[in-house]
């Protein structure tokens, strides 16, 4: 499984982008995917995710209600609007995926090692 993501740049402080990544490859299965960042000299952290089938989506706390996931079934992508951007938003931004027959449970979709594959990462830089 590939994944590509894109996106990134540089936005004001309450500027809006949109990500986008797009899977590709072996069949899915039961296909689940996410976002998560990783700040400068900070441990990477959960930032959304979607399970394909039923549309369940945790946010993080940080992020809720500024940022939306949402997916595209049919081009097998993931995108992620962010809305009311601040500095605290500075990061590299990775999509990851899980494949296989299962789907993880709501707890689960926020765990860095539920997911088997990993985008490149995508650089937002929000100025002040």
């Known amino acids: 499984v590939q994944l590509q993501a894109s996106g990134g740049g540089l936005v004001q402080t309450g500027g809006s982008l949109r990500l986008s990544c797009q899977a590709s490859g072996r069949p899915f299965g039961a296909l689940t995917m996410g976002w998560f960042r990783q700040a400068p000299g900070k441990e990477r952290e959960f930032v959304a995710a979607v399970r394909w089938s039923d549309g369940t989506i945790p946010y993080a706390d940080s992020v809720k209600g500024r940022f939306t996931i949402s997916r595209d079934k049919a081009r097998n992508t993931l995108f992620l609007q962010m809305d009311s951007l601040v500095p605290e938003d500075t990061a590299v931004y990775y999509c990851?995926?899980?494949?296989?027959?299962?789907?993880?449970?709501?707890?689960?979709?926020?765990?860095?090692?539920?997911?088997?594959?990993w985008g490149q990462g995508t650089l937002v830089t929000v100025s002040s």
């Open positions: 990851a995926a899980k494949v296989g027959s299962s789907y993880p449970i709501l707890s689960r979709m926020r765990s860095m090692g539920t997911y088997d594959y």
